[in-house]
């Protein structure tokens, strides 16, 4: 069973131990080894991830499942294995909606139903907050946009954003009314 968890910067770690693990994998087709190092650095550094939350207000969630029957020595709790993560932020811009800006799972778990969860527990956070539409962007060849369709998500728009060091996002906008 998927659980899921709020993250804060006690959580960067874990953040980044599962993008530098996915990225690589979820990009290798579609981006150059250079431009994913890049953005690996300007998103994921601890700078970048500490004032993501701590001044951008984006909140992240991690999603876990239990090793059973594993105990911790010290805890005696179950421990935890970190699958997966998102950040979102609610009512972007005062529109309303809700942005999801990141959501990777570890591709050994891609398949799990992780990302699903994910999702649906965005869009009960952002129905309790009053926001009636999540928005993502997704580079236009990777395969999540069968996903994010699969979901109910609809392309409404591209994108070509500069990021710096001669590269680009070359992105989906998509939408889905909640």
């Not at 431009?35 to 970048?48: F, G, H, P, T």
């Not at 990021?163 to 680009?168: A, E, Q, R, V």
Request: glycine share 8%.
């Amino acid at each position: 069973m998927i659980h899921i968890r709020n993250a804060g910067t006690d959580d960067i770690p874990i953040i980044r131990e599962i993008a530098y693990k996915a990225w690589p994998v979820a990009f290798r087709e579609i981006l150059v080894p250079q431009q994913i190092d890049y953005m690996l650095e300007m998103m994921y550094s601890i700078s970048s991830l500490t004032e993501q939350i701590n001044i951008k207000g984006h909140m992240f969630l991690l999603s876990f499942l239990y090793n059973l029957p594993i105990l911790n020595k010290v805890s005696g709790q179950r421990e935890r294995k970190y699958i997966g993560y998102s950040s979102y932020e609610l009512n972007i811009a005062g529109t309303g909606k809700t942005k999801i800006h990141k959501i990777y799972i570890l591709p050994k778990y891609q398949g799990s139903g992780s990302g699903k969860v994910i999702i649906k527990e965005i869009e009960k956070i952002s129905i309790c907050n009053n926001c009636g539409v999540l928005t993502l962007n997704v580079n236009r060849n990777n395969r999540a946009v069968g996903f994010y369709k699969n979901l109910g998500f609809k392309i409404i728009g591209e994108e070509n954003i500069d990021i710096g060091n001669g590269f680009f996002m070359e992105d989906y906008v998509m939408e889905k009314v909640l």
